[in-house]
């Protein structure tokens, strides 16, 4: 029997799924909300360029275009190859444009009978004879004034009704109209992403927020959404602030420090400094061999490792140090961090660890020193009518514009697709614990369901890859998943590892700069040999790839 599988999400890691699904013989169709495929790729700030190198941003089996020799493509070209790699494998046949899923329910054994489950599903396996999940989905369609006296059309319509204001005025001949289906299918995968959708938007006390401030506020999905002459001519002649020093937070400051230059410089209000790399070369060698090798990974602690490796990791501590010291020295050098004050107090290493690094836009800190773009730090700050009243100042910080750079409630939008109030907790976890998914994509106890793109890494395309090509074999029942429990457990070493290492800076869900022993895991489940180097000095030695994956 043919088992459907519902993909939620058109962007990287919902066409990875709907690719290697495709692979094993199931039947794949995937919802997407908006009318393009590309998820946060579809649009970007202008300034917008790859965060990591395209040798470690691409699909095993379909290498960048010899066309693109940056090492960080921009927008339009990471959008041109992800839309390549799509028609390469005739991906887009399988996706429902503009559907959105509003929401996914179970339908199947009780939740009684599931909380008293010793393995996922019940029995073990990625299918029930009786379990199915309904996908309600709403498609945002046209149909003409003139059948609505049609009753077939009439019985399509929402129930709502459609009125004009003025009677006087003649409705148009064409209304959007939005119509609900139910989909039933054998198996969700959620590739809804995490950056996108619901926006973390600061709270303030009553009279110190937005609503007091006369000038305008808006998030940094929202200016991304505009076409990039709009946003240009939008920041123009304007006092900007911009919340934030993450990848958005610069890009925009950059754009607004083009567009209005010293006479409006664009002020950057930030919490604490990063280390943003300029490059992936410190001091001349590649970043990759200092975090992307199998010995750099015998420097740290690893979930589930044995005692020697434990003891070996804690022996070589002196060189996770100098390494990350290295890195650091470099940043510094380059950025001139030290003359602008905004040398951090923590390691690279917990940066990276904590998937905080981002890549500064060329020539930023020349904006900087040019006074075109200005650094101010405050771990607090309210409105006021004229702009924002920064913690310790006495002086408001007058502003035409604010754009909120504070990143997203991935969480939220995770938990929000679920009806089951059981599911929603399940997923969503303890606020101080990774959100609880086995292989960072199956939560034990909910079934006939998978979750890719949340957890992030340093190369999320290349995670996302190895995830669904994971779950493609369990679906395939390759394998079986061990108990709940061992799962559990399993879930909890990561979230241990997770913690140790970006400490204060802790955003659930990140595994680091540990892929290779993340992707040994996925290999030894699917009966691949996780070795994929050729010789013991390249093994230990040689960064991992994408392309070290490119076959079994």
């Not at 013989?25 to 997407?32: A, K, S, T």
């Not at 940056?70 to 041109?80: A, C, I, K, L």
């Not at 009786?130 to 046209?142: F, L, N, R, T």
């Not at 040019?370 to 924002?388: D, P």
Request: proline letters at 6%; glycine letters at 6%; aromatic letters at 14%.
């Amino acid at each position: 029997m043919e088992r459907q599988v519902a993909i939620i999400g058109a962007g990287i890691s919902g066409l990875l799924a709907c690719k290697y699904t495709l692979s094993k013989g199931f039947h794949p169709i995937v919802f997407e909300a908006k009318s393009s495929i590309g998820g946060v790729w579809t649009k970007t700030v202008e300034t917008t360029k790859l965060q990591t190198p395209k040798p470690v941003y691409q699909f095993s089996d379909f290498p960048w275009p010899s066309t693109v020799e940056e090492d960080f493509p921009n927008q339009h070209q990471v959008f041109d190859y992800i839309q390549s790699y799509a028609n390469h494998f005739d991906l887009l046949r399988h996706i429902k444009f503009n559907t959105k899923v509003l929401s996914i329910e179970y339908e199947g054994p009780s939740e009684e009978e599931m909380q008293s489950w010793s393995m996922w599903g019940g029995i073990g396996d990625p299918f029930r004879s009786k379990g199915k999940w309904k996908v309600m989905v709403e498609d945002a369609q046209s149909f003409s004034t003139e059948d609505l006296g049609s009753t077939d059309t009439a019985r399509r319509v929402p129930h709502r009704s459609l009125t004009w204001p003025d009677a006087g005025v003649q409705p148009p001949t064409q209304l959007p109209v939005h119509w609900c289906h139910v989909h039933l299918v054998d198996f969700v995968i959620l590739c809804i992403g995490r950056f996108s959708d619901f926006p973390n938007i600061p709270e303030f006390p009553p009279n110190q927020g937005p609503e007091v401030f006369h000038g305008k506020v808006m998030h940094s999905m929202d200016y991304a959404a505009m076409d990039y002459k709009n946003a240009a001519d939008f920041v123009k002649g304007k006092q900007v602030t911009v919340v934030g020093f993450q990848k958005y937070a610069l890009d925009i400051a950059m754009e607004c420090s083009v567009a209005n230059g010293t006479e409006h410089p664009c002020t950057v209000l930030y919490k604490m400094e990063h280390w943003n790399v300029p490059d992936y070369l410190p001091w001349g060698v590649p970043l990759t061999y200092l975090y992307f090798s199998r010995f750099s990974e015998l420097l740290v602690h690893k979930p589930g490792e044995g005692f020697l490796l434990s003891l070996l990791a804690t022996l070589l501590f002196p060189v996770r140090w100098a390494f990350s010291k290295f890195v650091e020295s470099h940043i510094e050098n380059k950025l001139r961090l030290a003359k602008f004050g905004m040398v951090p107090k923590h390691s690279f290493h917990k940066e990276i660890n904590s998937c905080l690094i981002a890549t500064v836009p060329e020539k930023f800190y020349d904006k900087v020193e040019e006074g075109s773009i200005n650094l101010k730090k405050s771990k607090s700050f309210s409105f006021c009518k004229e702009g924002i009243l920064v913690n310790g100042e006495a002086q408001p910080l007058k502003t035409d514009l604010v754009i909120l750079a504070t990143g997203f409630q991935g969480d939220k939008k995770l938990k929000g697709i679920f009806v089951s109030p059981t599911f929603k907790d399940y997923i969503a976890g303890s606020l101080d614990a990774t959100v609880p998914l086995y292989r960072e994509c199956i939560h034990p106890r909910i079934p006939q369901l998978a979750v890719i793109g949340f957890s992030e890494s340093i190369s999320n395309l290349y995670t996302s890859e190895m995830r669904c090509r994971w779950l493609a074999e369990l679906l395939d029942s390759t394998f079986k998943l061990p108990s709940i429990k061992e799962m559990e457990k399993d879930v909890a070493k990561w979230d241990e590892y997770m913690k140790r290492y970006s400490g204060q800076y802790y955003r659930r869900s990140c595994i680091g700069a540990l892929h290779i022993w993340y992707n040994d895991q996925l290999c030894k489940d699917m009966g691949w040999n996780p070795k994929r180097k050729k010789g013991f000095i390249a093994e230990l030695f040689e960064p991992y790839g994408p392309l070290d994956y490119a076959s079994q």
